[in-house]
């Protein structure tokens, strides 16, 4: 087994725990190495600053999101991928407490944009999937796209409003599915 993968996946296991737990806040290099028994200079080796540890930590909760579950990236059901997209990212911020997020406002500038950065790297690479997915679903109306009605700023559009419904804490998307189903698709 390659000793310096395990410590890297041992580190990033115990950063997320910590961050879910307790907060973003309350991760730091010092504390990490601690109590995962390493020398802080091993942690410095994996993640140069504080803000690379919380990069790392906001990619692998974006990854736990999509790439390890059995999203069906072929669909060709817009609304079914929408929901699905929704119930995943819902599902995923129930486990996190809510300090994890509330601490966001705690970190260094540098930090935030670190976690800001994977963010949007994550949410730009679901809306093209979303747009692919869009544009094999079949029942959407011919010549529906215009310059000023873009596939690009619909799903802008979508995504707004899911991040609104999942702020505002709703069990579901249904009233954005059915604003999407009367846009999209011939009654």
Known sequence: MNKSATSKEI??????????EEGIGKLSIRRLASETGV???TVYNY???????????????WRNVFHRSSFDVNSSDFIASLHEVYSRLS?????FKTEFLEDIDR????????GKETEQFYINHMKQGLIQILKRDKRVRENIWTDTFSMEEFMDFAFSN?????KEQRENCSFLQEVVSRLLYEK
Not at 47 to 61: N, Q, R, T, W
Not at 91 to 95: D, H, N, R, T
Not at 107 to 114: A, C, Q, S
Not at 162 to 166: G, Q, S, T, V
Request: charged share 30%.
């Open 47 to 61: 993640y140069p600053s504080k803000a690379d540890l919380i990069g790392e930590v906001m990619e692998e909760f």
């Open 39 to 41: 020398a802080i200079g």
């Open 107 to 114: 970190l260094k500038p540098e930090e935030v944009i670190k």
């Open 162 to 166: 899911m991040i609104l419904a999942l």
């Open 91 to 95: 599902a995923s911020l129930k486990q």
């Open 11 to 20: 580190l990033l296991k115990r950063a997320g725990e910590i961050a879910y």
